[in-house]
């Protein structure tokens, strides 16, 4: 599951989304038997991973680009409880948390916030959330309200100043408690579905994200840079999240690759996007990619490099009509 509840099947099986638990168990489109698509020229035909496997693995991570998604058979992993039991772990630094990703990656749901205003030997702290099912207690879904944010916040409310606060504050609250608590599986898989409206605390303009995928080998080095970069910018980023991915998978451009996942929101302002523009150059020197379905600026010379298997993928859609039908 991504981040939101609020998403169709269709579109995590095309975005290929991923969760917390990609280094184990891999994306959306993993837990997919089969599909009954319908093409460009209007035929419907089931597709699967041993059945017009070509194009069952263009359509996952597609983007929408291949066909339309009429139905989709899944598997499901039966649970006893729909509990989370949750572990906070702080780390002082990148390399810490990068440790503490490696010595947890037996569990199911580990994620980390990272600080991406902090400098020095502060640069990368985080706070690592180790997630497992409880094996016994309520199997319920939790009807909770969420909270609306009231009015249309100013556009400069949350600035540098505010975001450096916000995270110094966030970090010194977080305990590291060897002893896990109890948690709804909505609070621990979707933390901002309980605040209708979390969007316009970012003000007019509105927000981007930006999620890139770093491999192992030279993650490290490139999550080092990347988050020097943004602490030398005069932007904001309050809310930012590193994941630990697994191997790729057989879907010429799906996102996901063995190694790291980072993803920061900023104020959809010109200054952000010339920061993406440098941040792309970081991450294509490190070999890694930006997130499709996280994207609106990413240029033609920056997607082919990042997802060389492009060709490939358009090959896919031209055999099955999709040129001129779907874009």
């Known amino acids: 599951m991504p981040g939101t509840s609020f998403i169709i099947v269709g579109g995590a099986i095309a975005s290929d989304v991923h969760g917390k638990n990609h280094h184990r168990d891999g994306t959306f489109s993993a837990h997919v038997s089969s599909m009954q698509i319908l093409l460009g020229n209007g035929e419907c035909v ?14 996952c991570g597609g983007m929408g680009l291949t066909d339309v998604i009429v139905s989709a058979v899944l598997r499901l ?116 579905d309980a605040i209708a409206g979390w969007a316009s605390l970012h ?35 309050s809310l930012a999240v590193l994941k630990l991915f697994g191997d790729a ?27 993406l523009d440098v941040l792309d150059g970081i991450v294509a020197a490190h070999g890694g990619r930006s997130h499709l379905a996280e994207d609106a600026r990413m240029s033609e010379a920056t997607f082919k490099a990042a997802y060389p298997r492009w060709q490939e993928f358009e090959e896919v859609r031209a055999r099955g009509h999709a040129h001129g039908r779907f874009m």
């Not at 089931?46 to 359509?59: M, N, R, V």
């Not at 969420?146 to 009015?151: C, D, N, Q, S, W």
């Open 46 to 59: 089931d597709a699967s991973p041993s059945e017009k496997a070509e194009l069952f693995h263009a359509t």
């Open 77 to 192: 992993k039966a649970i006893t409880a729909s509990d989370i039991l949750e572990t906070r772990i702080k780390a002082p630094s990148l390399d810490a948390v990068l440790e503490a990703f490696d010595a947890n990656a037996a569990s199911s749901y580990p994620v980390a916030w990272i600080d991406c205003m902090a400098r020095g030997t502060r640069l990368g702290r985080s706070v690592l959330i180790r997630g497992r099912a409880c094996s016994e207690g309520p199997l319920a879904v939790q009807q909770v309200k969420a909270l609306e944010v009231p009015v249309e916040r100013p556009s400069g409310l949350l600035n540098r100043t505010v975001a450096r606060v916000f995270n110094a504050a966030y970090y010194g609250r977080a305990c590291s408690d060897a002893h896990p608590s109890r948690k709804s599986f909505e609070s621990n898989f979707s933390p901002l």
């Open 203 to 237: 003000g007019r303009p509105r927000f981007l994200q930006y999620q890139c995928a770093l491999p192992k080998k030279s993650g490290q080095a490139g999550l080092r840079d990347i988050l020097t970069r943004i602490g030398q910018s005069q932007l904001g980023a």
């Open 249 to 275: 998978n057989a879907n010429p451009v799906s996102f996901p690759m063995r190694g790291y996942s980072l993803a920061v929101d900023f104020k959809a302002e010109a200054a952000a996007f010339a920061l």
